[in-house]
């Protein structure tokens, strides 16, 4: 960050920073004074810091609270990623290979996106070169799409190019790899020779760079994935625990969430790999894309702070102690059996894992067949909170209760307890992995109060439960849904149905017990309270798409 900027009140060059958010710059005490009025209501409860090992962070300048926006953060660059399906440049919605654009030929979503503010610069450049796309098979990903964004780059003010240089790239890293040879050959010489865009080999595999770096993926309905890159978001370092989620609005801009409380000089952070992968996955995931190796805490413990995540179950003593490994941030030490003590080598579980992930990944999981039998097959070696085996669980909680043949009025008595105990084996490790009001937790709990509803409801028609226990379960399932909600209201995609269904149901929780004081006699009444409650509390199209957790894209 810089040390010098321009006086935030008479625009002079300015020393002097604010120290709460080190954003801001003054000429003196009496500038500062006077602008705190107004900038006290942007100044950012967060500064960037700096470590001789992870490089810059961001850090609380103050305690933030467990659910507080710490900041907002708009693009610097934004396109469709490396390899994509048609996708309009106009406005990022789905493309057709039918609707070129008169001037690049590039798909579009309609004729009027060829006019989209966004589109005209980099279609006025290849038009004015004399390119024109020529794509005829939308059918698959392409990877024509990953000169996009170089392009953008290179039609940035200067100011902008300056942001995005400034960005950790790894480039001496990755220039060697074979997907920089490929950009090598293909963006560079496009870009440079083909569109004579002045910019050098080293701009252009850069900013590919500072992309697969910091960029994060950004979904939008229609299935469509786009890369923006948020100039302070991508100062969060990672954190295998992290300590924030955060969404996008309308417009791409980004607001980062806390997800705990925060103190006062901890690193606000984020997380750039997948919650329910292993030690062993994740660092190989972060050495790869990320160019370093996670030493957090999470890393440094051979029990994932107690969810046993990498556990495999020994078999020399017949399952009874969990194999871990002897030393995670060495990925040659030893495993061990922490009951017998019998060993095994890291090769063979770097391989066992390998083969595991490979199966987990072609199992069909349209239905729950094969995610049973994967579970049934591997039973005796996967620990129950394995990551394989909460990967799992977690795609049978989303097919139980939400996909044809499996939605909750099909379900029988059996289903809905697999369901209820999947969804409390998840909800107790994410709540360590991914703790307080993570989004995966949030729709661990979505799916939790439907199950419990649903059986409240299956176990009173079968008079295994009362009434009143009946509406003790609701009372809970209520309570679960209003955490849930106070996270989900935040995406986009829920467009405020959960506060809708909230507000109904607590209409009727009080209509309900307003009834029950008036009247105690009137079973009929109070019958039908109940079932408008389960109704509500089963609906099931504002049940959550679920979403790789995946912060950061390549
Ligand atoms: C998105 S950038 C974060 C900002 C970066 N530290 C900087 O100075 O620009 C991601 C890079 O930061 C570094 N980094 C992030 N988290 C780290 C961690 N937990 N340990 C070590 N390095 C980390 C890695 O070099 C990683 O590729």
Redesign the pocket.
């Known amino acids: 960050m810089s040390t010098e900027g321009k006086c935030a009140v008479c625009l002079v060059e300015a020393a002097q920073q604010c120290a709460g958010c080190k954003a801001v710059f003054y000429c003196g005490r009496e500038h500062q004074k006077q602008h705190w009025g107004r900038h006290r209501f942007e100044c950012r409860p967060i500064k960037v810091a700096?470590?001789p090992?992870?490089?810059?962070?961001l850090v609380a300048t103050k305690n933030i609270s467990q659910g507080d926006l710490i900041f907002t953060d708009s693009p610097l660059l934004i396109g469709p990623k490396m390899v994509s399906s048609p996708i309009c440049l106009g406005c990022h919605q789905p493309a057709s290979v039918d609707c070129p654009c008169p001037g690049c030929g590039w798909p579009l979503c309609g004729p009027e996106c060829a006019n989209a503010p966004q589109h005209q610069a980099e279609c006025k450049l290849m038009k004015d070169k004399g390119f024109r796309a020529d794509i005829k098979d939308g059918s698959k990903p392409l990877s024509e799409y990953a000169c996009i964004v170089p392009l953008r780059y290179s039609l940035l003010p200067e100011e902008k190019i300056k942001k995005v240089k400034s960005?950790?790239s790894?480039l001496e890293t990755r220039r060697v790899t074979p997907l920089y040879t490929v950009l090598r050959n293909n963006v560079v010489g496009f870009l440079a020779m083909r569109l004579q865009v002045e910019v050098t080999e080293d701009d252009i595999l850069g900013v590919c760079g500072v992309m697969d770096?910091?960029a994060y993926e950004i979904r939008r309905n229609g299935g469509v994935k786009l890369r923006g890159l948020y100039p302070l978001a991508?100062?969060?370092?990672?954190?295998c625990v992290p300590n924030t989620r955060h969404v996008f609005d309308r417009d791409d801009k980004m607001l980062v969430f806390a997800t705990v409380d925060i103190s006062k000089g901890s690193p606000v952070?984020s997380t750039?790999t997948h919650a329910l992968w292993s030690t062993h996955q994740r660092r190989a995931h972060?050495r790869a894309t990320?160019?370093?190796?996670?030493?957090?805490v999470r890393c440094s413990d051979p029990a994932e702070l107690g969810t046993y995540l990498g556990a495999i179950l020994c078999s020399k003593c017949a399952g009874k102690g969990k194999v871990l490994s002897t030393a995670p941030l060495d990925d040659a030490a030893p495993w061990q059996c922490n009951n017998c003590q019998a060993q095994m080598t890291a090769k063979q579980i770097v391989w066992g894992n390998q083969a595991l992930q490979k199966e987990l990944e072609q199992v069909d999981k349209n239905g729950p067949q094969q995610l049973e039998a994967f579970l049934e097959r591997y039973k005796a070696i996967l620990h129950p909170t394995n990551g394989h085996a909460l990967q799992a669980k977690l795609a049978l909680t989303q097919i139980y209760g939400n996909v044809p043949g499996f939605l909750l009025k099909d379900l029988n008595d059996d289903q809905v307890e697999r369901k209820l105990s999947l969804t409390h084996d998840l909800l107790d490790a994410v709540s360590v992995l991914e703790p307080g009001s993570s989004r995966t937790r949030a729709q661990l709990q979505l799916e939790l109060q439907a199950a419990m509803v649903l059986q409240a409801k299956l176990d009173m028609e079968s008079e295994r439960i009362t009434r009143e226990r009946a509406e003790e379960i609701l009372g809970d399932a209520v309570e679960l849904l209003k955490e849930a909600s106070e996270v989900l209201k935040t995406e986009p995609d829920m467009e405020g149905k959960l506060q809708e269904k909230l507000m109904i149901l607590m209409q009727q929780l009080e209509l309900d017990e307003t009834a029950n004081e008036r009247n105690a006699d009137s079973a009929v009444d109070e019958e039908l309270a109940l079932e408008d409650m389960i109704e509500n509390l089963q609906t099931e199209p504002l049940i959550v798409k679920p979403r790789k957790p995946m912060r950061?894209n390549m």
Request: charged share 30%; aromatic share 10%.
């Open positions: 700096e470590d090992v992870q490089g810059r962070y960005l950790q790894h770096t910091n991508s100062l969060m370092n990672h954190d952070t750039y972060l990320k160019c370093f190796e996670c030493r957090c950061r």
